[in-house]
């Protein structure tokens, strides 16, 4: 299976800070059909995952534009411009190129 | 609006099984695969496996051969997992998820606890 390597696992950070969160897979993510299927989900607590970008950069309806994929082949990185308070949970990649589907161990963010 | 309502808690005896239902609403559920993922503290976000809602054709990752069940019934849009010959390391969070490889809506999670 493909390991899904997050970085770091927790991030403390003040309201209006940017954060950054890494993951990086043990294969190649570049589909046969060209796609790369990388995706980030937001898990808040007490609350089912919600996706916010799919295929390395889209962001879903609805996430704010504070909120960036960017990445290739192997290595990923989701970008919050300013942390604000509603963004406060724990973060997973996680790849749907290779079967079974496999997610990263997650980054919790915090408020300082 | 898109939902996926999964049925309660289970709370179900060492060497039984449970079998917990995703029902879905706001969309065509043979449009959409359903996928199944399972959450535990200790194990993280694993992947169960597939069905193909509208021909009912199923794909498991290979820990979960053999441990989970995936059927569905499309008169009421509902999919379904069973686990069998549960152990105490079958308690966990498991949820639905729309989708092959999107999962851009997930239900509310179903907490099974296994315990004699």
């Known amino acids: 299976d493909v390991v899904m390597t997050q970085t770091p696992v927790s991030l403390s950070l003040a309201i209006g800070q940017p954060a950054s969160i890494s993951c990086k897979s043990s294969q190649s993510l570049v589909h046969s059909d060209g796609k790369t299927y990388l995706s980030w989900i937001l898990q808040r607590p007490g609350q089912s995952p919600k996706r916010l970008i799919y295929l390395v950069s889209k962001l879903d309806s609805g996430v704010p534009d504070r909120f960036s994929g960017s990445g290739s082949e192997t290595e990923f990185t989701l970008k919050i411009s300013r942390v604000e308070a509603e963004d406060l949970g724990v973060y997973y990649c996680w790849q749907a190129t290779h079967f079974p589907q496999t997610f990263g161990g997650g980054t919790k963010l915090e408020l300082k | 609006q898109v939902q996926l309502q999964q049925s309660g808690a289970e709370v179900a005896k060492p060497g039984s099984s449970v079998k917990i239902s995703c029902k879905a609403s706001?969309?065509?559920?043979?449009?959409?695969?359903i996928s199944w993922i399972k959450q535990t503290t200790g194990q993280g976000l694993e992947y169960i496996g597939y069905i193909n809602t509208g021909s009912g054709g199923t794909n498991y990752s290979e820990k979960f051969k053999g441990k989970a069940t995936l059927t569905v019934d499309k008169s009421s849009s509902t999919a379904f997992m069973q686990l069998s010959s549960l152990t105490p390391d079958d308690s966990a969070v498991y949820y639905c998820?729309?989708?092959?490889?999107?999962?851009?809506?997930w239900g509310q999670g179903v907490m099974v606890t296994v315990s004699s």
């Open positions: 998820a729309r989708g092959l490889w999107g999962f851009d809506y």
């Open positions: 706001g969309y065509t559920f043979t449009s959409y695969f």
